[in-house]
């Protein structure tokens, strides 16, 4: 999991960097400039946003699956306890 997020985080550094530099090096005018510096800032935003609600859903998914089975292993070891006889007589 932490290699997906490092993965993530240097692809999404690596796209941010590219993008920059070849917008900063296009001849265009300094408005134009920001303009496209700031649509692909929030393009990159949006990307990075949908990676993580990407991986909050399958971290919930991996979670609920946990609960299951721990609640699945639970259940079984209850049913393989066998009832105590209880001496309730007065000695």
Not at 21 to 33: N, Q, R, S
Not at 44 to 64: F, H, N, P, Q, V
Not at 66 to 79: H, M, P, Q, T, Y
Request: no cysteine; charged share 40%; net charge negative.
């Amino acid at each position: 999991m932490k290699d997906v997020s490092k993965v993530m985080l240097l692809l999404a550094a690596g796209f941010a960097a590219g993008t920059i530099t070849g917008i900063l090096f296009a001849p265009d005018k300094g408005e134009e400039t920001r303009r496209r510096i700031k649509s692909k800032a929030g393009e990159l935003g949006e990307d990075i946003e949908k990676a993580y609600d990407d991986e909050i859903e399958r971290l919930k998914s991996k979670i609920e699956k946990l609960k299951n089975r721990f609640s699945d292993e639970v259940s079984n070891a209850i049913n393989d306890v066998e009832p105590a006889e209880v001496d309730v007589s007065d000695n």
